[in-house]
């Protein structure tokens, strides 16, 4: 694929920084709400990860994107430097769990935004790849969370926290994901059911084994790998 810089399109450019400062302010005021922190937390995480894929699905030419990423950065460590703002040091301080850590918060949010761009560059052929792990990880994952806390009883395993309710979520969340990225790269959603709905168990599977955030991890890596090897 080949790319120029002078085709960058600076309007969107510009959209998806306005878009970003959206997203900043609505976690802010999502944080004065009365909502339990767990709840805040997770809503943050859907709204960013499904900002991320919506990036990258209404971006195709690199130089954009990558001015994007490069503006974003620019302003969150300007706003993070900022002793007033903090704004790394209040993500970090209104997301992390009460028995994480805030500095292991820290080094996975590193993590994830590492694998995040590797999973990028692999999938760069084939961005559906990309969008697909990230819609997966933030409506299935997401879901999953949000109805096995609040209605999950039925245990699957004895003394383990994932619950029947909260995977039927993430099946559920998963395939629709799946199916919303084929709609939105107009690739037959008939015509793959089979795979999307092998997609959607496996990433049903992947939520369950893993625990805390290594599924921040291996879900979007794993199933962009997985359309991408598909896609070949």
Not at 41 to 46: E, M, N, T, V, Y
Not at 66 to 86: R, T
Not at 153 to 178: D, P, W
């Amino acid at each position: 694929m080949i790319f120029d810089y002078k085709e960058m399109n600076w309007v969107s450019v510009l959209l998806s920084i306005l878009g970003l400062a959206i997203l900043f302010l609505s976690s802010f005021l999502l944080s004065k709400t009365k909502l339990s922190s767990w709840r805040k937390r997770k809503l943050d995480h859907i709204s960013f990860l499904l900002y991320i894929g919506a990036l990258r699905a209404l971006n195709s030419n690199f130089y954009d994107i990558l001015a994007i990423f490069l503006i974003s950065v620019l302003i969150v460590g300007i706003l993070s430097i900022i002793p007033s703002v903090k704004l790394f040091d209040f993500f970090v301080s209104k997301d992390h769990r009460i028995d994480e850590p805030k500095k292991e918060l820290s080094v996975n949010i590193i993590l994830t935004a590492l694998m995040l761009i590797y999973v990028f560059f692999i999938t760069l052929d084939v961005p559906f790849a990309f969008v697909g792990g990230i819609m997966v990880l933030s409506l299935g994952d997401g879901m999953g969370e949000l109805v096995g806390r609040s209605f999950g009883k039925s245990k699957i395993i004895r003394n383990y926290s994932k619950t029947l309710e909260g995977s039927l979520a993430v099946f559920l969340g998963s395939l629709t994901a799946l199916t919303i990225t084929y709609y939105i790269y107009q690739i037959s959603i008939i015509e793959n059911f089979i795979v999307i709905f092998l997609l959607a168990i496996f990433a049903t599977v992947l939520e369950f084994i893993c625990k805390n955030l290594f599924d921040n991890l291996c879900i979007p890596l794993l199933i962009s790998i997985s359309i991408f090897a598909l896609n070949m």
